[in-house]
């Protein structure tokens, strides 16, 4: 049952300042009052507020599909005739989120309170992203909110869909690189000094493929130290640098340069930006500010200032089509957001395009994955090939190497 914080003045005059339990703030003040205080003004302690002062750094990341499943289940219980406060109550007890479940029951204390779901919901930012707390206002004020609910449960989940193909396309080639070089790094610390000390013993001057490859094995032993210090101090600037706007921004525009991936990542933004706009026009979210929520949506500071230009200039009168930047935006895009626009039909247009994008970034990660694979073998093989190539090399002209010839 909700707590509330409240100070009031008793029957002789005296402030007081104390707690009390009751089912919501009508109830609480209707105790007071019969207990004879008045002046009395009431403030709900939030979980929030008890635990405002505790850091848990290992607390679960709320993520698409916790969200998705809780608009499901929501939109679904309201649906069914059962309250917002009673329905949040029981999805507190269920969710397996731990961080979400804590969200929800201090939501539902908010909202028996008598505030409303979105003013609720506005008290944890990052549980509760700005893209849903504007759908939940916008579903408060049309009645609409099992409809809305249903549309944010499919944007999560194709929204997560699109994130997984993006995090599949970057991560496979990094994972194949970072598997070789430690391959790599193992025959030059532990396989290449055994036969260094073995050719050592000819004395003889071994060939130009060999020597090489044995002196970098001997530069990485007596710099190992240094050369890993090296990579994570490199490491931990490139983190700062990307934390600060010029970093990301610098980051994200090359990404976008990239060959195969760059051309991935643009189409999945996109696919992003368009989604997150359709759902919240549809939800009767007003249009700049549907664009300033999409534009964080969107995942890449680059295209994140290039629309918010557009809003700007949206808001100055602009059609949408003709704000938005044609360097970073296909043509065809463009082209269809000005077909919704003169139809009036804007959020099922934004659909249709995000639909294609999606279908795009699907046949790009398949195609990437069917081009790089076979390179990344190469590559690899090559690597280790010319490695093991020079260890025995000397081996084939064993009888030079002994006589000294």
């Known amino acids: 049952m909700p707590k509330f914080l409240y100070t009031a003045r008793d029957k002789h005059g005296v402030l007081r300042r104390d707690t009390i339990v009751a089912p919501d703030i009508n109830s609480a003040e209707a105790e007071l009052v019969k207990q004879g205080f008045q002046e009395i003004k009431l403030k709900l302690i939030s979980a929030s507020d008890k635990k405002k002062q505790t850091i848990n750094f290992f607390r679960p990341r709320v993520k698409e599909r916790d969200l998705a499943l809780f608009t499901r289940q929501l939109g679904a219980m ?4 059962i309250s917002i406060a009673e329905s949040l109550e029981i999805l507190a007890e269920q969710m397996p989120n731990k961080t979400l479940a804590e969200a929800l029951e201090d939501v539902k204390n908010e909202v028996l309170a008598g505030v409303s779901l979105a003013e609720a919901m506005k008290k944890h930012p990052h549980v509760f992203p700005p893209f849903l707390i504007n759908l939940i206002s916008a579903a408060e004020e049309s009645g609409k909110m ?20 993006l995090v599949s396309a970057s991560w496979y080639p990094i994972t194949v690189v970072v598997v070789a070089t430690i391959i790599v790094l193992g025959i030059l610390t532990f396989i290449v000094p055994t036969f260094a000390k073995l050719y050592e013993s000819f004395g003889s001057n071994l060939p130009f493929l060999t020597q090489m490859i044995i002196n970098i094995s001997n530069t990485l032993k007596e710099n190992f130290l240094y050369i890993i210090l090296g990579i994570t101090g490199l490491a931990i600037l490139l983190v700062y640098f990307y934390k600060t706007p010029a970093g990301k921004e610098f980051f994200h525009r090359i990404s976008l340069k990239l060959p195969i991936l760059g051309e991935i990542f643009l189409k999945g933004a996109i696919a992003k930006f368009a989604r997150t706009l359709a759902t919240l026009i549809n939800g009767g979210v007003p249009i700049t500010r549907a664009l300033e929520i999409s ?3 969107a995942g890449n500071v680059v295209i994140e ?34 077909v919704g626009e003169d139809t009036g039909k804007l959020d099922e247009m934004l659909d249709t395009i995000a639909n294609f994008f999606e279908d795009e970034v699907d046949r790009a990660v398949e195609g990437m994955l069917s081009v790089i694979e076979p390179l990344l073998m190469v590559f ?11 260890l025995y090399l000397p081996i084939f002209k064993m009888g030079e190497l002994i006589t000294g010839h």
């Open 380 to 390: 690899i093989g090559g690597i280790i090939g010319v490695v093991i190539l020079a």
């Open 305 to 338: 200032k290039s629309v918010r230009k557009a809003r700007d200039e949206v808001e100055r009168g602009q059609p949408i089509y003709k704000s938005l930047d044609k360097e970073i935006f296909p043509p065809i895009f463009i082209a269809m957001v000005r």
């Open 146 to 165: 099992d409809v809305i609910l249903q549309r944010a449960t499919e944007y999560y989940e194709k929204i997560a869909a699109i994130k997984r193909k």
């Open 295 to 297: 534009a964080t949506v």
């Open 78 to 81: 309201i649906a069914a005739g």
